[in-house]
C-alpha cells in the first residue's frame, strides 16, 4: 500500500531537514539515538527562589546541587571510605583549586594520592553522567580532556585485560603532572551534571551584596531559565534608563549598605548624586535613613554618607514616580502622591519645594539624566540585563510545574482579576502574556519611543504596582516606613491570591487557565518567606502548591528560621531540600564544613520518570515523527538523498 503523497508546505519542511540529515543511514541513525534517549531517566531540575545577593551560600547549594553530590558519595563508598575521607572528597568536588593547594601542603605521597582520587572522581562523574548520553556528557567535558576522560568514564570493571590499560592512563596523567587539570575538570563535571536544569523563581537582586557575581554565574550555566521577581524587574528597568526604577535599585542599595554592588560591580558612577547628597542633606536629621547592614562592618563616616544619599535618593524617587503616577491614571495610584500631604521640615528636606513638592528642578534633572547614563552605558549591567531578558519571562510552564515569582492577581471572591493594561483588561495567563510582550519592549524597543516609554514605565509598576503579578500588594509603604511611626500605617495588603492559593480548587483553576493538567500538576512559588520556624509549611493546597523562599536573604532568617529551599525534581519525584545558615566558603574549604540540609519527599512516582513521560521527550517524539517522514520521502523518491 502506498503512502499518501506530502503536502507542498510539508515537503518544502523536509527539504530542509534534509539539509541536515542527507541520508537514509544519517536519518536513520538519528531515529535510533533520539528512540534511545526518550528511555533515559529524567534529568535533576533544581528549583531556588529569592537569593537577594546571596552570592557565596547560592554558589555553595550550585556546588553540592543541594547535596545530591553527598547522597552519591555515600552510595558509591558508604561502605568503603571513612566519614571524614567522604567529607574531604565532598569539599574537593564543590573547591576544587582550593582543596588541591592544601593537598600539595598536606598530603604524604602526593602522587599516590593524585591516583586515588582521580578513581574516586571517575567512580563519581559515572555516577552523576548515568542519566544522560555519551554525546551529552561529552559536550560537558572541555575537549582538551573529553578523548582521555571518556576513555576512563567507560572503563569496564569487569574486564581485567584492560585494567592495565586504565591503571596506565592514570599513572601518565599523574606522572607528566596533569593530575591536577584533570581533576579539576572531573570536579567540574560532576557539579553541571548533577543539575539538568536550573530553574530561578525569582529575586536575584537587593539586599545580599554580590547579585552581580550571582548573574555571573547563572550566566555560565549550561541550562537556566529565571521567573523574574520584583527585585529583577526593578533593575531590569534602571537598565533601560527607567528614572524611577533608578532611584528605586540606589535607595534599596543605599538602605542596605550595598552601594558598592553599583560602583564596584558595574562600575555605575554615582559621584553627580554623592555630591548633591551632601550639599543638601550634609545636615539636618538623619532618623530612618542610617544603613542596615545586616551584620557587615561599615565605618560611621560611611553609614553617615550612605545615609545622606539614601535620604537624598528617596526624595528624588518620590518626584520621579509621582510623574508616572500623573500620567498613568490607569494605575490608580494617586494615593501614593504623599509628599503634599504632610508638612515636611524646610530643614530636613531642602530639596521639597513646599509650594510644588513633586517638582524636580533642573539641577536634580541634570543628576537623573547622569545616573541614567551611567546604567544604561555600563557594560556588564546591560549584559546581565539582556541576559535576564533572553532567559526570563513572567512564568514558565515546564513537565507539568507552573513556576511565577508573586502571584495570578484575584479578586477578593476568589476569581481570576481583570487587569488594566494599556487600552485593554486582562485576566490570568493572557494578563501575563500581554504584560511579559510591554516589558521587552521597555528594553528592546528603540524604533518607537512611545512603547519604550511605556514598557519602562510597565517595569516601574511591576516593582510596586496595586495589581501587579510580581509585587502581589496593594501598596508600597515606602513613604509611610519612613515617615509615619504608627506601625499599623506600614501594613501591605496582599492579593487575595495568597489566601486562596491554600485551596487545592483555586491552584486547580489556575493550572487550567495556563493550560497544564490540573489533577497532575504544581504550582512552584517564591516571593513571600515561609515562615518556618511558627509553623507554616512550604507544601499548599494538598501538595499543588510548593513557595520555595526559605530565606537566602540574611534580612528573613529570623522570621523563616531557615536559609533557604532547593526544590528537586529528578526522575524519583519531587524532593524539598531546607537549608541552614551557611557560614563561609573559606570555613567550607578549610573545615569542610558543609551546608546542613534537610529534606522530605513532597511526591513519590511509582514507575521512575524518564524523559518520554517530560516535555523534552514531547520535543523527541515530534522530531523522530518529523525524521520519519523523511526516512519514507527518501524511500519513495520524493526527496532524493544527498550523500
Not at 472 to 483: D, V
Request: hydrophobic share 40%; proline share 3%.
Amino acid at each position: 500500500m502506498s503512502m499518501p503523497s506530502l503536502s507542498a508546505e510539508r515537503l518544502k519542511y523536509l527539504n530542509l531537514l534534509s539539509e541536515q540529515f542527507p541520508s537514509i543511514r544519517a536519518v536513520s541513525t538519528e531515529i535510533i539515538n533520539l528512540q534511545a534517549r526518550l528511555n533515559l531517566p529524567k534529568g535533576t531540575e533544581h528549583f531556588i527562589s529569592d537569593i537577594h545577593g546571596e552570592y557565596e551560600p547560592f554558589s555553595h547549594v550550585m556546588r553540592n546541587a543541594s547535596g545530591v553530590i553527598k547522597d552519591y558519595i555515600v552510595e558509591l563508598f558508604g561502605n568503603s571510605m571513612l566519614e571524614s575521607e567522604m567529607k574531604s572528597l565532598a569539599t574537593l568536588v564543590y573547591y576544587p583549586q582550593e582543596k588541591l593547594a592544601i593537598a600539595r601542603k598536606t598530603e604524604n605521597g602526593l602522587a599516590d594520592w593524585y591516583k586515588i582520587t582521580i578513581f574516586r572522581l571517575i567512580r563519581l562523574c559515572k555516577r552523576a553522567s548515568s542519566k544522560y548520553t555519551r554525546a551529552r556528557v561529552r559536550r560537558t567535558i572541555d575537549t582538551r580532556f573529553a578523548y582521555i576522560l571518556e576513555e576512563l568514564l567507560h572503563e569496564d570493571v569487569q574486564d581485567q585485560s584492560k585494567q592495565d590499560y586504565y591503571n596506565q592512563i592514570v599513572d601518565t596523567i599523574v606522572r607528566i603532572g596533569s593530575a591536577e587539570d584533570y581533576i579539576i575538570e572531573l570536579c567540574t563535571a560532576i557539579q553541571k551534571l548533577a543539575i539538568y536544569k536550573l530553574h530561578i523563581i525569582g529575586d536575584i537582586f537587593d539586599r545580599g551584596p554580590h547579585a552581580d557575581k550571582i548573574l555571573d554565574a547563572l550566566s555560565r550555566h549550561h541550562s537556566v531559565d529565571i521567573q523574574w521577581g520584583n527585585h529583577d524587574i526593578v533593575w531590569m528597568g534602571a537598565a533601560a534608563g527607567s528614572a524611577a526604577c533608578i532611584l528605586n535599585v540606589i535607595r534599596v542599595s543605599a538602605r542596605y549598605a550595598n552601594l558598592h554592588t553599583l560602583e564596584d560591580g558595574y562600575g555605575i558612577n554615582l559621584v553627580p548624586l554623592v555630591t548633591y547628597a551632601i550639599e543638601y542633606y550634609g545636615g539636618g536629621s538623619l532618623d530612618g535613613f542610617m544603613p542596615e547592614t545586616l551584620g557587615g562592618v561599615v565605618s560611621e563616616k560611611e553609614a553617615q554618607l550612605t545615609a545622606q544619599i539614601h535620604k537624598a535618593a528617596t526624595i528624588l524617587q518620590f518626584k520621579a514616580e509621582a510623574e508616572i503616577i500623573r500620567r498613568h491614571p490607569e494605575y490608580n495610584m494617586s494615593d501614593r502622591l504623599l509628599l503634599d500631604k504632610i508638612e515636611l521640615n524646610k530643614a530636613d528636606f531642602p530639596t521639597v519645594n513646599p509650594q510644588d513638592p513633586f517638582s524636580i528642578t533642573a539641577e536634580e534633572a541634570d543628576i537623573i539624566e547622569k545616573l541614567a547614563a551611567s546604567f544604561m552605558h555600563s557594560p556588564r549591567l546591560q549584559r546581565h540585563a539582556e541576559f535576564l531578558f533572553s532567559k526570563g519571562g513572567m512564568y514558565k510552564a515546564l513537565n507539568g510545574n507552573l513556576m511565577f515569582h508573586g502571584c495570578v492577581p484575584m479578586n477578593a471572591d476568589g476569581t481570576l482579576k481583570d487587569v488594566r493594561v494599556g487600552d485593554g483588561a486582562y485576566r490570568g495567563k493572557m494578563l501575563l502574556d500581554v504584560i511579559e510582550r510591554r516589558v521587552r519592549e521597555g528594553f528592546l524597543n528603540h524604533s518607537d519611543p512611545t512603547a519604550r516609554a511605556d514598557g519602562q514605565d510597565t517595569l516601574w509598576y511591576l516593582w510596586c504596582g496595586a495589581d501587579s503579578p510580581l509585587f502581589g500588594s496593594n501598596r508600597m509603604a515606602t513613604f509611610e516606613r519612613y515617615f509615619f511611626a504608627d506601625k499599623s500605617t506600614h501594613t501591605e495588603e496582599r492579593d487575595p491570591y495568597y489566601t486562596y492559593r491554600d485551596t487545592e480548587e483555586t491552584c486547580k483553576m489556575i493550572l487550567a487557565d495556563f493550560g497544564l493538567d490540573p489533577e497532575t500538576a504544581h504550582i512552584i512559588n517564591g516571593h513571600v518567606p515561609v515562615k518556618v520556624m511558627k509553623g507554616e509549611s512550604p507544601v499548599k493546597a494538598n501538595g499543588k502548591l510548593l513557595v520555595i523562599d526559605g530565606g537566602f536573604a540574611k534580612a528573613y532568617q529570623k522570621s523563616t528560621g531557615i536559609a533557604g529551599y532547593t526544590l528537586i525534581y529528578n526522575s524519583h519525584g519531587l524532593l524539598l531540600v531546607s537549608h541552614e545558615p551557611f557560614v563561609s566558603a573559606q570555613k567550607a574549604i578549610e573545615d569542610e564544613m558543609d551546608i546542613h540540609s534537610s529534606s522530605f519527599v513532597v511526591e513519590y512516582a511509582n514507575e521512575r520518570i524518564k524523559v518520554r513521560d517530560t516535555d523534552d521527550g514531547a520535543v523527541i517524539f515530534g522530531h523522530i515523527s518529523d525524521l520519519t517522514d523523511l526516512l519514507r520521502a527518501y524511500e519513495t523518491g520524493e526527496i532524493k538523498e544527498n550523500q
